[in-house]
């Protein structure tokens, strides 16, 4: 994580330099819907084979970023995500389900870059953005439903110490209000193990901002 910080402050920088002096402080709160790659599958608990199937519960993400640049600009910020999922396992042998309600305590490093469709010199009450990048998710805790008693142990300690995600949406500014929807592509495996699982997930925000 801190080697990413300092490439992170590095480009800023640079990015910042070329785009000019304009930048603006942001702060903002959202939902997000998580959906494996994995959606289907199994599983084996105590020594059982189960059907398993995985789907996205509404989670949500506050944070804070700065925006440099004009018509053009990069925006690094920092973020806290709760993710959640179910997971149905059924027993191949008697039928029965077994569920497991899962959320994910996640810090977010996003470094995003974007155009605004109207030059900001000309008009600075509103304006629509598009924008891409990437994200650097590293998990920090996991809570299971009760109904999952102890059958799941699955801990932080479980997950990959850096997860990556390509990052690309759209943004309206009005005022000093905005909003913005976005996806976000899993790039990389979510879990330490031989699990190739990865973690998409379609998200919205609503914020403000101050402009300097």
């Known amino acids: 994580m801190k080697n990413l910080n300092l490439a992170i402050l590095i480009l800023v920088l640079g990015v910042s330099t070329s785009f000019g002096q304009h930048f603006d402080i942001r702060a903002y709160g ?29 989670g949500y993400q506050f944070g804070a970023a700065v925006t440099f640049g004009s018509r053009f600009y990069v925006q690094p910020g920092f973020q806290m995500t709760k993710l959640s999922t179910k997971i149905v396992n059924k027993n191949t042998i008697t039928g029965t389900d ?32 598009v924008f891409g990048g990437i994200d650097g998710h590293h998990v920090t805790k996991v809570n299971h ?4 008693g102890n059958l799941d142990e699955i801990t932080s300690d479980d997950y990959t110490n850096l997860i990556l995600s390509g990052d690309f949406g759209l943004g309206l500014d009005i005022f000093i209000f905005y909003i913005e929807a976005g996806y976000q592509l899993g790039l990389t495996p979510i879990h330490r193990s031989g699990n190739n699982a990865k973690s998409n997930a379609f998200y919205g925000n609503a914020g403000v901002r101050i402009g300097f």
């Open 145 to 148: 439903s009760t109904t999952s």
């Open 30 to 58: 959202g939902m997000n819907i998580l959906q494996l790659t994995s959606d289907e599958g199994s599983s084996l608990i105590d020594g059982v084979l189960h059907d398993q199937t995985v789907s996205g519960r509404p």
């Open 98 to 129: 077994f569920t497991d309600k899962t959320t994910l305590n996640v810090i977010s490093v996003p470094l995003k870059v974007g155009f605004r469709l109207i030059n900001p010199d000309a008009e600075n009450l509103i304006n629509v953005r």
